[in-house]
Nanobody, 124 residues
């Protein structure tokens, strides 16, 4: 069974930073793309960032481009999301997702595995 466990969420003031981590187990982590999604109350789950198996290809939602950075450490079976210049509209539950192929993708339907989510709250 593939398991993804997020950590690093919390409360931060506008303009601050957080780094989320996602620890994976249960399959060959380094062979698959990974992504981050978020879901705010009353909204659909939306794409945030993705990274290919080797880290060479990355995608970002326009809303976070230039502020967030996705990275991975395959030796540690971990993917990260560095979030800078956080704004109240970034408030959401953030989910780590595991892909079925090696590429980075923005398509939620390409992801087969999901973590339980971690809450990020940004105060104004």
């Amino acid at each position: 069974q593939v398991q993804l466990v997020e950590s690093g969420g919390g409360l931060v003031q506008a303009g601050g930073s957080l780094r989320l981590s996602c620890a994976a187990s249960g399959r060959t982590f380094g062979s698959y793309g990974m992504g981050w999604f978020r879901q705010a109350p009353g909204k659909e789950r939306e794409f945030v960032a993705s990274i290919s198996w080797g880290g060479g290809n990355k995608y970002y939602a326009d809303s976070v481009k230039g502020r967030f950075a996705i990275s991975r450490d395959n030796a540690k079976n971990t993917v990260y999301l560095q979030m800078n210049s956080l704004q109240p509209e970034d408030t959401a539950i953030y989910y780590c997702a595991g892909g079925q192929r090696g590429g980075a993708t923005m398509n939620i339907f390409e992801y087969a595995y999901w973590g339980q989510g971690t809450q990020v709250t940004v105060s104004s």
